[in-house]
Structures are given as structure tokens and as C-alpha cells.
């Protein structure tokens, strides 16, 4: 059983898997003021309360979009398990062809994506990931990482709404929005988040698709991914799990490539 850890800007997602299964996995906040002690007693407790002896953990890998935040937790992880994880980046093996201007500038989120993608899903396909930013890879025929979009992401967008103007609520989202043409505030701005931003993803493909003779796939992950896919037209599938399925695939190689750590 191996950890794997994917740090956000706003959240961490814990995972513990072997080479076939997701034991669990559990969010928390990424707090950049939280020392590596405090992650250390965090990371113990989730083991403990999955029933997961903290022994039985063999190695780790992060990935992480906040640069501090990789010490840290490597460091928490090795007092609670003895164990060095690996970290998505220079040095690691990833196996993605990665044909942008500068390879080494690509998210460690989206290179872990990707390859889950590449290995689960036919191509040309599109990976939105939608966290704090909502980003979008694309992947052609040939399994190259060719570019993609980076945007504000869905309830970053509503925060800014929120925060940028006087008469605008905080709003939440535990029920289903069913009206298209909001006739209050609060509907109003309801629509707007959950058909404003499919329709967005719905644009999106239709522009990409394009841009390729063969049809592309479409995958969704991301927390706010969940919130959308209901509302999007076009044909999408929602893997919520892809990021770590993607660190599963380059912990393993990683492994076999230099033994076992
Ligand atoms: N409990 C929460 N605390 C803070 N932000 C939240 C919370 N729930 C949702 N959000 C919003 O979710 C977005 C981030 O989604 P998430 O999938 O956690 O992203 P990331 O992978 O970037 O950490 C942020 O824009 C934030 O406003
Ligand atoms: C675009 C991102 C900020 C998204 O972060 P997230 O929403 O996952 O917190 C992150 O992938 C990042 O910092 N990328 C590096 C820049 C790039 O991919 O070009
Ligand atoms: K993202």
C-alpha cells in the first residue's frame, strides 16, 4: 500500500492505493502556514481512522501546484511511515510526450492527468480539471500532451462575484439548480455558475473538436467537475479519481525503475 498526495491551491486530496485498488481517499485544506509536525499528526489520524496502520504504508508520491507544500508533506509522510515519497517533477519518470514550449512549466496535476488518461481513454481526447482553476490538456491521436487553456475556475469565479460587488450573495449549491432563466438574485446567480460554466465546457469541445478528424474524448475531474458534469450537453465522463489513478501509474514505474524505496 503506497500514499499519494495531490496538492491544490485550496485542497489536498490523500489517497492510499495499491497497484489495483483506492483503499480510501479523504480532502483537506492546503494550508501553506501548517508545519510539516501538524501535517505529520493529520496524515497519522486519516491513516488510523481508515484503518490503515501507518506500517503497512511502503512509500508515497505528491503531487503538488504549490512549491512549498512539497517539503512539508514529504517530510510529515516520512515521520508517519519511514518512507520517502517520490515527487511528480525533475527526476521522476512520467512517460507523458509533452510537446509545449517549455515541458518543465506544466502543472504536476496536469502531467499526473494526463498520463491516467492516456492509459484509460481513447485518444485525441481533453482533460478539464476543475479546482481552483479549471485547466484543459490535450492530448492527440499520437498520445502527445500538445497544450491546452487555463481559466478561472468555476467557484473562484463566484467568490470574486461575491467579493467584487455589493449586492451579491454568498450562495450555496446543496440543491439541484433546475432553472435555466433565473427570475432572483440568488437563481440568478445559481444558473449562471451551473449553466454558464457547462455551457463553457460545451463551447470549449466544440472548438477543440475542430480542431481533429477523429472524435475527441472528453474527461472530467476535479471537485467542481461533480458540481457541472450534470448540466454539460455534450458527451463527457467524470473520473473523479483520475489524478490519483495518474500517480498510482508513475509511483509504480518510478518503483521499477529504481527499485524499491
Ligand atoms: N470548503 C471549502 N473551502 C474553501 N474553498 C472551497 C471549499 N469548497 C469549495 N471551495 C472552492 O473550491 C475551489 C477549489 O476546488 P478544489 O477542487 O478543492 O481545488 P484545488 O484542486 O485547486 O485545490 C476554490 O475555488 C474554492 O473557492
Ligand atoms: C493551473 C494551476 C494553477 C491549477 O491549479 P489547481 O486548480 O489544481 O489548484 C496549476 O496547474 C499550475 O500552477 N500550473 C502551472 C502552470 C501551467 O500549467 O502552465
Ligand atoms: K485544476
Redesign the pocket.
Known amino acids: 500500500m503506497f500514499l499519494a498526495l495531490?496538492?491544490?491551491?485550496?485542497?489536498?486530496?490523500l489517497g492510499v492505493l495499491d497497484e489495483e485498488k483506492l483503499f480510501f481517499s479523504c480532502?483537506f485544506?492546503?494550508d501553506r502556514n501548517k508545519t510539516s509536525d501538524e501535517y505529520s499528526v493529520m496524515i497519522r489520524e486519516l491513516l488510523i481512522m481508515h484503518h490503515t496502520p501507518p506500517e503497512q504504508i511502503s512509500g508515497g508520491i505528491i503531487s503538488s501546484?504549490v512549491p512549498s507544500m512539497k517539503a512539508v508533506l514529504r517530510d510529515a509522510v516520512y515521520s508517519v511511515t519511514g518512507r520517502t515519497c517520490m515527487i511528480v517533477g525533475p527526476g521522476v519518470k512520467n512517460g507523458l510526450k509533452i510537446r509545449i514550449d517549455n515541458p518543465a512549466q506544466l502543472g504536476s496535476?496536469q502531467v499526473a492527468d494526463a498520463v491516467a488518461a492516456i492509459a484509460e481513454y481513447p485518444k485525441p481526447l481533453l482533460v478539464f480539471?476543475?479546482?481552483?482553476?479549471t485547466t484543459v490538456s490535450v492530448i492527440n491521436e499520437n498520445t502527445e500532451y500538445i497544450g491546452g487553456m487555463i481559466m478561472a475556475?468555476?467557484?473562484?469565479?463566484?467568490?470574486a462575484l461575491s467579493n467584487r460587488t455589493s449586492q451579491l450573495p454568498e450562495i450555496s449549491f446543496a440543491d439541484k439548480v433546475d432553472r435555466l432563466i433565473g427570475s432572483n438574485t440568488v437563481d440568478c446567480m445559481r444558473s449562471g455558475f451551473a449553466f454558464g460554466t457547462a455551457a463553457m465546457i460545451d463551447g470549449v469541445i466544440d472548438r477543440m473538436q475542430k480542431e481533429f478528424d477523429r472524435k475527441l474524448t472528453v474527461v472530467l475531474t476535479?471537485?467542481?467537475?461533480e458540481m457541472i458534469t450534470p448540466y454539460c450537453e455534450r458527451e463527457v465522463v467524470l473520473d473523479k479519481n483520475l489524478l490519483l489513478k495518474g500517480l498510482r501509474i508513475i509511483y509504480l514505474k518510478n518503483l521499477h525503475h529504481k527499485g524499491s524505496r
Open positions: 495531490d496538492v491544490g491551491n485550496t485542497h489536498t486530496v480532502r485544506s492546503t501546484v496535476d480539471d476543475m479546482g481552483t482553476a475556475g468555476a467557484l473562484l469565479g463566484l467568490d476535479g471537485k467542481t467537475a
